[in-house]
């Protein structure tokens, strides 16, 4: 299994939608660790801690957007693995899983 | 009678150092309520000042977002809300600011009368951390702050 640390293997800053809002955004995010596994059908873990804290438009970027790709939320809650000291940041990120492609 | 008076005076030795225990046990979550308040506040003030901004201010995205995560660590700290409710309040606080509008270069001015969600997003803070002190039967002494 594949193990994602964001602060570690993306950005301590994560900020912004796309990627005209900034370098470390949720497109990129999405683009370079998430859909990679998606298409392997393969499982990841993505751990949050560790960042200067994250914006909304970042975490509905990043994982909202995959179901927007296509990917169905079951799907995507089966492969990856969200750890965080902020069980908030969990459930705000199943919320746009669930409501992706709203 | 040497037993019941040396009995009487560990009963009440008891007695008052738990009530001292518990009063400054109250002390302690009141002064965390107030920082909490001042925190929220301030959030508050900088929310309003980015999203009353012309032009995006990367630096204080960055206040926001690290004033929130705080905020959250500060409730967890103190034991301040039940873990379903954080949960709840720093989710809805954090969409409500920095979810539409923020960390964007097309960003716009919101105009002063335009209603922040995360207003009705921190209110319950100021009323669940005196739930969870009375929950801890803590009694409120006289003359306390509520």
Known sequence: ?102 | MYFVTWGIAIVGWYISNRNNNLREDRKEQLSSIETLKDDAYELEGLAVEYHTSSSRNKELEKQIKLKIQRLNQRIEIHQLLNNNSQKCVIKSLRKSITLDNFDTDSHYALTRDCKLDCVSAYIPLGDKPDETIRNRSLRPQSGARH
């Open chain 1, 1 to 102: 299994m594949k193990v994602v640390n964001i602060a570690k293997d993306f950005s301590k800053y994560p900020a912004g939608r796309n990627k005209a809002d900034g370098p470390y955004c949720g497109e990129l995010f999405r683009e370079t660790h998430l859909e990679p596994s998606m298409q392997d059908n393969k499982e990841l873990t993505i751990k949050l801690d560790g960042t200067r804290g994250y914006g909304s438009s970042f975490l509905e970027e990043a994982f909202g957007g995959l179901v927007r790709a296509g990917h169905t939320p079951v799907k995507i809650k089966k492969l990856i693995t969200i750890i965080s000291s902020d069980s908030s940041l969990k459930e705000e990120i199943f919320e746009y899983i669930d409501e992706g492609g709203d």
